[in-house]
C-alpha cells in the first residue's frame, strides 16, 4: 500500500496495471464480505431468505460469465425479492404479534404496514422507500421485455440491476439491525 503508492507515484504509467488489479481485487473482496455476511442477517428474517440469496447472487455470476442467460438471472433476483417480502411480512407478525394476513408486495399501503411494524421513526420511513424501490426492481424484472424474455441479453441492464439489488438488500438488513 504505501510501497505501492511510492512506486506509483515515481512512474505512475509503467505501474497502471498493478493499481487496476489492486481496485479490482479490492473490489472482489468486498463483493465476498458482502455476500457471506448478507445470508446470515437474511436467515434472522427468515431460516431459508440466505439460501435464496445465494442461489440469485450465483445466477447473477452465472449470467455475467455468459453460463446462464440473462432472463433466468433476472427471474432468481425476482423470486427472491418475492421471497423477501414474505419473510418480512412474517417478521412482523413474530415482532408485533398482529395478524398480518394477505400483505401483498404490490400495494403500497401494505408496504407502510410492514414498515410500521418492523421499524420505527425515522428508519421507518427509509425502510418504506426501500420497499418501495424494491417494487420497482421486482416489476422491472418481472418485464416482458427482460426477465421474462428468454431472448433478453441484455447484461448491461441486468448488471445495473443487480447493483440495486444488492444494495437495497444490504440497506433493508442494516435497517432491521
Known sequence: SSMYKYIYDTNPVKYDWIKQILENFDKLNEDRIQKRDI???????NSKLGEQFIIASNSYDKANNRVNNVCDAAMEMRNFLSQLWGGLVEYGRIKTGKQLKHKEFKIEA??????????????NKKLFDKLNSAYKLFNELSG???????????IDRLKGDHTVWLSLIIDIVDLLG
Open 39 to 45: 445470508p446470515q442477517k437474511l436467515d434472522r428474517i
Open 110 to 123: 401494505d408496504r407502510q404496514i410492514i414498515s410500521n411494524c418492523l421499524v420505527e421513526d425515522i428508519e
Open 144 to 154: 416482458s421485455d427482460f426477465g421474462k424474455n428468454n431472448l433478453s441479453t441484455d
